[in-house]
C-alpha cells in the first residue's frame, strides 16, 4: 500500500511539472501570436540635412530595436543598428578588451666577415665580346648580309585569269546556294512566329481559364488585408514642395488633390509657387500581429480559388 502511495505521488508530481511546461509553452506561444509588434519612424529632411529614427519593439520593450540614419549637409550617410532583449545588447556586440600581446625581441643575425655572398658573379667568357679582326686595327668583324637572290619572275597575266575563275566560281556557287538560304530563313521565320502564335495562345488560356479571375481576386483581397494590417495606425507627414517651373508645382497640387479623400487627414502638402525647396517630415507608428497575417496566409492557403489558381499555373509550366 505505501509503495502504491509512493507511485501516484511521483506521477502527480511528474504530471504537475508537465503540465507547467505545457502552460508555459502555450503562454509563449500566445504572446507570440497575439502581442503585436509595434513600429514608430519619425525624420525629417531639410535643404541637405537628412535623419530618420525607426524604433521596433514587442512585449512590452522585452525586445526592441532602433535604426538611426543620419546625412548631415556635405557629409557621408551613417547608419547605427541596435537590439536590445531585455538590457542585454544583442546587436552589435561589444568587444571585450584583450590583453595586449606581449611582442617577442627579435635576434639580428650577424653577419660573418668573409662569408657575406655565398655565390661569386661569374665573369663573362670571350663570346660575350665583340671579335676583332687581326688584319685590320680596332675593326669588329661583322656578318655581311648576303646578297638577295633575284625574284622568281612570274606571269602576272596568268595571276589575273586565275583570281578571275576563282571569283567567278565563287559567284556561281553563292548563286547556286541562295534558293535554299532564303528556304532555310522562311522555315525559321514560320517556325518562329508559330511559336509565338502557341505562346500567346497559352498565356490567353491561361488568363482567360476557369479558376485564373477567381484566384487572382482571392489574391488581391488578400493582399489588400495585409497591407491595411500593416500601414501605420497614427501619422502625419508634412512636405514643403515648390519647382523652379511653377506650373510643375500646379501640376503635383492637383494630383495631390486626387488622392486627397485618402490621405488629406495624415498627408499636408505645403505648394510654393515663388521658389525651389522640397523637405519633409513625418512622424508614423502601427503594429503588426502575427496571428492575424498568419490566419489571413492560412485562409489564402486553403481558398478553392487559389488552389485553382496554383493548378492553372503548373499546368502551363509557370511553376
Known amino acids: 500500500m505505501a509503495l502504491l502511495t509512493i507511485l501516484l505521488t511521483i506521477l502527480k508530481t511528474i504530471g504537475i511539472v508537465l503540465l ?8 509563449l506561444l500566445a504572446a507570440v501570436l497575439f502581442v503585436p509588434v509595434r513600429y514608430r519612424a519619425e525624420g525629417f529632411k ?3 540635412d537628412i535623419e530618420a529614427h525607426v524604433k521596433v519593439s514587442w512585449m512590452l520593450f522585452v525586445i526592441r530595436a532602433a535604426v538611426d540614419v543620419l546625412k548631415p549637409a556635405g557629409g557621408e550617410v551613417s547608419v547605427d543598428v541596435l537590439v536590445k532583449a531585455l538590457f542585454i545588447k544583442v546587436f552589435p556586440r561589444e568587444e571585450k578588451p584583450g590583453k595586449p600581446k606581449k611582442e617577442k625581441p627579435t635576434k ?16 663573362s667568357t670571350a663570346d660575350d665580346f665583340p671579335s676583332f679582326d687581326n688584319s685590320s686595327d680596332g675593326e669588329l668583324l661583322t656578318e655581311s648580309p648576303e646578297p638577295e637572290g633575284e625574284e622568281h619572275g612570274y606571269d602576272e597575266d596568268e595571276e589575273e585569269k586565275k583570281s ?8 556561281f556557287g553563292f548563286m547556286y546556294s541562295l534558293p535554299g538560304r532564303i528556304l532555310v530563313k522562311y522555315r525559321d521565320f514560320r517556325d518562329n512566329v508559330k511559336d509565338k502564335k502557341e505562346f500567346i495562345a497559352d498565356k490567353l488560356e491561361l488568363i482567360t481559364g476557369p479558376g485564373t479571375k477567381e484566384g487572382v481576386t482571392a489574391v488581391l483581397s488578400a493582399a489588400k488585408k495585409l497591407i491595411l494590417h500593416i500601414l501605420p495606425r497614427k501619422g502625419r507627414c508634412e512636405v514643403d514642395l515648390g519647382f523652379e517651373d511653377p506650373s510643375t508645382t500646379g501640376s503635383v497640387v492637383a494630383a495631390y488633390s486626387v488622392f486627397y479623400p485618402f490621405i488629406g487627414r495624415c498627408v499636408f502638402l505645403n505648394a510654393h509657387f515663388d521658389k525651389e525647396i522640397m523637405d519633409a517630415e513625418f512622424n508614423v507608428k502601427g503594429r503588426i500581429r502575427i496571428f492575424t497575417v498568419l490566419i489571413t ?14 493548378g492553372n499555373l503548373k499546368k502551363h509550366g509557370l511553376m
Open 108 to 123: 639580428k643575425k650577424e653577419e660573418k666577415p668573409g662569408h657575406a655572398y655565398k655565390e661569386e658573379e661569374k665573369h
Open 46 to 48: 531639410k535643404g541637405d
Open 164 to 171: 578571275f575563275f576563282k571569283k567567278l566560281g565563287e559567284f
Open 297 to 310: 496566409a492560412l485562409k489564402l492557403w486553403f481558398d478553392k480559388r487559389f488552389k485553382a489558381l496554383l
Open 20 to 27: 507547467c511546461i505545457l502552460g508555459i509553452v502555450l503562454l
